[in-house]
């Protein structure tokens, strides 16, 4: 019995102690996830390290990811063509259709999706301008980035 008082108190102790964070890898979604238990500093440390390794990577907070809303293609020499527009979002709601392909951000030219795939990531809030061509006709809109809503996380 005491056993089992002892592990239902480690158990209550941990579960408001524990700490953990999620980072993504944009466009291949590989992720990490960072924990920190206890109260301690050198852990915490350990913890903040963790966080910056990761980010130095490539990885973001999972928090932190905004969309537009546009999927392209994952293979970096094709060119950008929408592939997939999430409803309800910034660029659904601008009238972007799927088969249009984007060949402008802010300014900078893309070829492919490997020149979008190297630009700098958008975040929550930002103001994206994107040239857009369909059916020959180049189309300019602009779109606020929002949040990445994760339905459940599976990792």
Not at 100 to 114: C, F, H, P, S, W
Request: charged content about 20%.
């Amino acid at each position: 019995m005491r056993k089992l008082t002892f592990i239902l108190l480690a158990a209550v102790f941990l579960s408001g102690c524990a700490k953990s964070q999620v980072l993504v890898r944009p466009y291949s979604g590989e992720t990490i996830r960072c924990w920190y238990y206890g109260t301690q500093l050198l852990p915490y440390l350990s913890y903040q390290q963790c966080i910056k390794d990761a980010e130095s990577l490539g990885y973001v907070k999972l928090e932190e990811l905004a969309t537009t809303g546009i999927y392209g293609p994952s293979d970096p020499t094709k060119p950008l063509t929408i592939l997939r527009i999430d409803p309800g979002s910034p660029a659904a709601l601008a009238g972007l259709k799927v088969g249009d392909r984007i060949i402008e951000r802010d300014g900078v030219k893309i070829n492919t999706a490997g020149d979008f795939q190297s630009m700098p990531l958008i975040r929550i809030g930002q103001q994206v301008v994107y040239k857009i061509l369909r059916d020959g006709q180049q189309i300019i809109v602009t779109l606020k980035a929002v949040p990445i809503k994760v339905v459940h996380p599976t990792f």
